[in-house]
């Protein structure tokens, strides 16, 4: 027990094992049977011949990048090449901060548009507001600029400074705001509060270095209100850090059990994760997934489920069952190679197949209705079988199927057009300046603001005549169709202008069909998991 304990003790540079998107670090390479060094050189001599002999001037840099993307393309999907750039922005989202004016941003009619300040950044803290709409950096017109170029102007060491010119609905002249940077929190739990009295709800949209603590903070306050039952919403969550799913699961776990293995062909990287037990053994969980869950999610998703410890409520989750490890290389960019392979508890794999870099097509569609969790009614020929700790049938190579499939429905034409021009931010947006003062005095909170605000049919008809001024043509079927989800992402948005991602999360989640089945399966959950 001693040493398995030590085991887990390990120190913090181990624990950077991830899954999917990660952050860097140098391990030396295992031996290969190939002869490298004369590959090497049959590589160095190619190079040569096509930069002596080639038509037109070559960029040797470009090549070389080639040439190492096109040999991990020949591995599976994960294994990549990552570029100075592309590895300072994983490095951000991933190490949980950024240095910045602390704004989340969207392209609306060519204008940056803030969909919400920071919590707790210098644009927060000196009234910038969600809805402005930045038209000059630094003295310099920013309308038209790209979502690419915005971070670039807006982003900047702690300490410095930058001056944005904000056009705010209502005010006749532009307003300048002296903006000092500062280093900005990226939040990964992005949403948590109490649905009711005893239902605590969190949403986790990736796995970060902050993740655990962020988590373990939210279910502390919510325990502090009265939380007796959870919802963890991990749908559309890519993974992230293995280590925090690992904690994130030992503290639904009891203490003892394996939460997750990895295999290798090379013997350093085989591992077992034991949980080391939470103060949350004991609580009904149900946890949301859907195919935009992987990795990290499927982990955690994935020992719930195989220790028959809570219901697992959605669709079937995408299936990433590889482990990366990042190797630095001299010039600053990097390259991801997947070193092992990862098992759930009941010895699941669960990666769908792929050849090379790509996936294949899978036919992974349990009907709506069928379930895991009743009788094992859902039954999928095509993948391996195996058996949760109480006996019920599960299925490897391809996901985590979840107990109850609920499908969400998908939009029409229509409703696509208006969310590809940002109609929903701009019309909302525009309310919300308009009735400012009326909405906060109205409504003290956003649980009576999602019970009590409604989408007028005025509203509404101003809402198509934006969508018409933009050519988007009217479609009374598909409207009629998608009334619900026009209607509620309006009213997010407002809700969200108003009180952050808890307001928008807590009027989405009313009209949720995935969330509305999760409130009814705590007996259920209870029941599956022996909890007294």
Known sequence: KLMQKRKYLVPIFLMLITIGVLVGMKVNTAASGDDVFDNVKKFNEALNLVQKNYVDEVNTDKLTEAAIKGMLDQLDPHSTYITQDQLKRINEDFQGSFEGIGVEFDIVNDTITIVTPISGGPSEALGILAGDKIVKIDGVN?????????????????????????????????????????????????????????????????????????????????????????????????????????????????????????????????????????EYTNIPLVVLVNDGSASASEIVSGAIQDWDRGIIVGENTFGKGLVQRQYDLSDGSAMRVTTSRYYTPSGRLIQKPYEGGE??????????????????????????????????????????????????????????????????????????????????????????????????????????????????????????????????????????????????????????????????????????????
């Open 142 to 278: 920013a309308v038209g600029m790209t979502r690419e170029d915005v971070p670039k102007k807006l982003r900047g060491p702690k300490g410095t400074k930058v001056t944005v010119a904000i056009s705010r609905g209502g005010s006749p002249n532009l307003i300048d705001f002296e903006i000092t940077r500062d280093k900005i929190p990226l939040y990964s739990v992005d949403a948590s509060f109490m649905i009711n009295n005893e239902v605590g709800y969190a949403r986790v949209t990736r796995f970060s270095a902050t993740t655990y603590d962020e988590f373990a903070k939210a279910l502390a306050e919510m325990k502090k209100q009265g939380m007796k039952k959870l919802v963890l919403d991990l749908r559309n969550n890519p993974g992230g850090y293995l280590d925090q799913a690992f904690k994130m699961a030992s503290m639904f776990i009891e203490r003892g059990k394996k939460i997750v293995y990895t295999k290798s062909r090379i013997p350093a990287y085989n591992d077992e994760y034991i949980s080391e037990g939470g």
């Open 359 to 532: 996936y294949k097509q899978m036919l992974i569609n349990p009907e709506e209705g069928d379930n895991l969790y009743h009788n094992n009614d859902t039954k999928d020929t095509s993948r391996p079988e195996f058996k949760t700790m109480g006996g019920r049938t599960v299925y490897g190579g391809g996901g985590v199927t979840p107990d109850f499939v609920i499908r969400l429905d998908t939009l029409t034409d229509y409703s696509v057009q208006l969310r590809r021009v940002n109609l929903f931010l701009e019309f909302a947006n525009a309310y919300y300046d308009a009735n400012r003062e009326n909405i906060k005095s109205s409504y003290s909170d956003y649980l009576k603001f999602r019970d009590n605000f409604t989408v007028t049919p005025n509203m509404l008809e101003d809402f198509k005549s934006l969508a018409a001024s933009k050519n988007i043509p009217f479609n009374e079927e598909q409207w009629q169709r998608d009334l619900d989800f026009i209607t509620t992402s309006i009213k997010s948005i407002i809700a969200r202008d108003v009180w952050g991602n808890n307001g928008s999360m807590a009027v989405w989640l009313a009209t949720d069909k995935q969330f509305e089945k999760a409130m009814t399966l705590f007996p259920e959950a209870e029941k599956l998991a022996q909890l007294r």
